[in-house]
């Protein structure tokens, strides 16, 4: 689970605490993720929801697909619809192998979607998937 935490994620993981068993209060939220879940009027329980499985991939909301993108914009780890290796790379460097880390990316590298958020959020499943 730290690769998820740090490989493109990284933000996402630590603004939602998915790397604990359970989730941190929304209070206790950094004020980035906190102005995405308002940006894109996404709820916070909602985004627990999906991390625990309970709303299945084809239901997931265009709202909660644009907050992932909020969080990738914001930390750094894409920009126009294109992964920020070099970021990523760097968050990475003391908790798994560069290699591992740029094989993800390459993996992922092509994945496409409709528009930013899909794009960004459809990268996130990518990763993802990579990291089971």
Not at 48 to 77: M, N, P, Q, R, T
Not at 79 to 103: C, M, P
């Amino acid at each position: 689970m730290k690769y998820l935490c740090v490989v493109f994620v990284a933000v996402t993981c630590f603004v939602l605490s998915w790397c604990q068993s359970s989730p941190k209060p929304e209070s206790a939220l950094p004020e980035p993720a906190k102005k995405c879940l308002a940006q894109e009027n996404v709820d916070y329980q909602y985004a627990i929801d999906f991390h625990s499985g309970k709303i299945k991939l084809e239901d997931v909301s265009a709202a909660f697909k644009c907050f992932i993108h909020c969080i990738v914009e914001d930390g750094g780890y894409m920009k126009d619809g294109q992964i920020l290796e070099e970021n990523i790379v760097k968050a990475a460097e003391n908790i798994t192998s560069v290699d591992q880390v740029r094989k993800i990316i390459s993996n992922c590298k092509i994945v496409k979607g409709g528009n930013a958020c899909e794009m960004s959020f459809n990268t996130y499943m990518c990763i993802s998937s990579e990291l089971k």
